[in-house]
């Protein structure tokens, strides 16, 4: 990491070499745990998160869970100020099983969403799947414990398959880390596959980390400027950040 100003966040772009010669570009913020508060932030109409963020004054943020299209409609569980908020549920029975951040007065924490039980206070936000638990990887593609395979039906294509544009959220005994890479660039960016993200992930420390929505909504914002270049298609001539219905406004304590 290069070196923290006085607010203790800390920024980095790597060029990320992967086993089969590809290559891509990770970039990692890293946030001190003590004085970061996530905050979800879900918008009534699909929002380009970086164009928000100017309009709004937030600097810190980074691409929230899945939706559905038509309508926009977040799925899986949402809750912000302690509020739950109208959503899609995933389709049964993995809802219970698939990563969630919530965050409250009690810290931050990234379990599945039954692990974490009632939720009454703070913010809540379920994405997926787990790429770290407990200071070891968690994603097995195979295993397909949170039906991302089996229940893709509810997304554009199987999320788990092949290198993409990824977004993930971790933490590690001081750090919060957003996290968000380039793909689809033909001889440029490869993407990540889940199993290169978790490792990822590990590497930089995370005991706890989970997979956000990715591909052409990957999106992270960094004191108020668009890091990542989101491609919704490959090798698109002009890169582009895309609306989406949900966010993690990172702010201080």
Not at 83 to 92: H, I, N, R, T
Not at 154 to 164: E, K, L, P, V, Y
Request: hydrophobic share 35%; glycine share 12%.
């Amino acid at each position: 990491m290069t070196g923290a100003p006085r607010d203790g966040i800390a920024y980095s772009l790597r060029r990320h070499h992967l086993a089969d010669g590809e290559r891509t570009t990770i970039y990692t913020v890293r946030h001190p745990l003590d004085r970061s508060r996530p905050r979800v932030q879900l918008f009534r109409q699909p929002r380009r998160l970086d164009h928000w963020c100017s309009k709004h004054g937030h600097k810190e943020a980074i691409v929230g869970g899945f939706y559905l299209r038509d309508p926009f409609r977040p799925l899986g569980d949402v809750m912000t100020g302690g509020c739950g908020l109208a959503s899609e549920p995933f389709a049964a029975p993995y809802g219970p099983r698939r990563a969630t951040l919530h965050a409250g007065d009690g810290g931050i924490r990234i379990a599945p969403r039954a692990e974490l039980g009632d939720v009454s206070a703070g913010d809540l936000v379920q994405a997926g799947p787990m790429l770290v638990a407990g200071g070891r990887v968690a994603f097995d593609r195979a295993e397909d414990h949170e039906g991302f395979s089996a229940a893709s039906g509810q997304f554009d294509s199987d999320i788990t398959d092949g290198r993409h544009p990824r977004s993930a959220i971790g933490v590690s005994e001081r750090d919060l880390y957003l996290v968000t890479c380039d793909g689809r660039r033909s001889g440029v960016d490869a993407g990540l596959t889940l199993d290169e993200l978790a490792a990822f992930m590990l590497a930089l420390g995370c005991v706890d980390a989970m997979n956000l929505d990715g591909g052409g909504s990957t999106t992270l914002v960094h004191r108020g400027h668009l890091l990542n270049r989101p491609y919704s298609e490959q090798d698109q001539p002009a890169p582009a950040s895309r609306p989406i219905v949900s966010a993690i406004v990172v702010e201080r304590r």
